[in-house]
Structures are given as structure tokens and as C-alpha cells.
């Protein structure tokens, strides 16, 4: 049985702890804790909500619209961090693996967003082997509109800096704001019909979650 990203997330966090410097690791707990205590922002988008329309850009610059996205059944949106983070990348492929061959049944499609540009998206794309849109969202513009964007402190930019990540020069338009991890389902008419944001930047919607939200049953737990 295949681990779940919970799971692979905290093997993830044991070995960047061994093997990154201590006070890098002190500067991104003690950041995680700030926003796990914070909790989920308020005027998030919500169920029920109508999502407004908009268009990005993919990962070899083709314009890709929201009705585009739900034109024959509802659209999984992911928004995240960008490709230079390992829990994006370990989430986002186990999209790939377990969640993308499923979607068939609901007519639904996949796709995933954050602040890099098309280039960076297509990098993030061809290493993943990902077969769903990778869309670009320039200065976090959409991620702010849906209220998920937030603006790491210098401590962290800086330990990020020292781990050779400058998110000014990866994001485009030279934005440091990120979005908290991020699923929405939004159907045809553009009612959202699933929310799920994560503070922590470790965490991650598990595939079941997604599963039942469009299927419209509960997810089954352990």
C-alpha cells in the first residue's frame, strides 16, 4: 500500500532536519508554528462561494482560463509553493501517480499553480513527469484574491537565501508572497464546491480527501 503524503511529508521533514544546519531548521519551525497557531486566514474563499473567472498563463505560456479548466466537469485546483519546494514536488507527484488516473470518472481535470513563471512551471513540470496543467499566478495575484497568499518573515527569507533560494528572483514579477497549500474543487458553474487550506507548509490534501469531495462521500480514515 502506497504511504500517504502525510506519511511521505514526515519522512521528508526527518531526513531536511538531519541534513540541513540546525538554525536553518530552528528559523522554519519556529515560522510553522507562527502560522499553525495563526491558523487559517480569514475571508478565505469558501464552499459555496462563486469563484470569478480568470486566466494564467501555462507552463509553455499558453493562456489557460478557469472555463477552460471546468468546460467538461469540475477542476482540482492546487495551488503551491513553487518547485524548489520538496513538499510541493513529493504532493504534486503523488497527484500524478494516484489522483490523475481517477479524475476520468467525474470528467474532472487537475491543475496546479504558483508564482514561478512559465518557465519555472515547465522545469517543475518535465522533473515531476506531470501530464495536468502547471499554471503561473504573477505576484501571487490570484492566490491573494482567494485569500491564501502571505508574506514570509525576513528571518526565513534570509535562511532561504543561505539555503541558495532567493524567492525574488524564482517568483515572477520578483514577488516573495506565497500561497498556503491549497486544494479548491470547482465545478462547471464555478461554485466552489471543496475547500481545504493548509498553515503548515508540510501539510498537504490527501488524494482520499480529494476523492471524496468529488464523489460527494466522506473520506474513509484508518
Known sequence: MSLSIREQSERLQ????AQLPADVVE????????FNARGV?????????TLASFTLRNA???PVSLEDLVAIGPAVV??????????CNLALRTYQRELLPRLGAWHATLAAISP?????????????G???????DPGSRLA??????????????????RLGLDLAEVNEEGSTQLPMPTVLIVDPDRTVRFVDVHPDYTARTEVADIIAALAGTEAETD
Open 27 to 34: 528559523v522554519f519551525s519556529r515560522s510553522s508554528q507562527r
Open 130 to 136: 506531470l501530464d495536468f496543467e502547471v499554471l503561473s
Open 41 to 49: 486566514p480569514a475571508g478565505v474563499v469558501r464552499v459555496g462561494d
Open 78 to 87: 492546487v495551488f503551491y509553493r513553487g518547485g524548489w519546494c520538496p513538499y
Open 14 to 17: 526527518a531526513e531536511s532536519a
Open 116 to 128: 514561478q513563471p512559465p518557465d519555472g512551471s515547465l522545469s517543475t513540470a518535465e522533473r515531476a
Open 60 to 62: 509553455v505560456g499558453k
Open 144 to 161: 491573494r484574491r482567494i485569500g491564501i497568499a502571505f508574506e514570509q518573515g525576513e528571518e526565513v527569507l534570509a535562511a532561504q537565501r
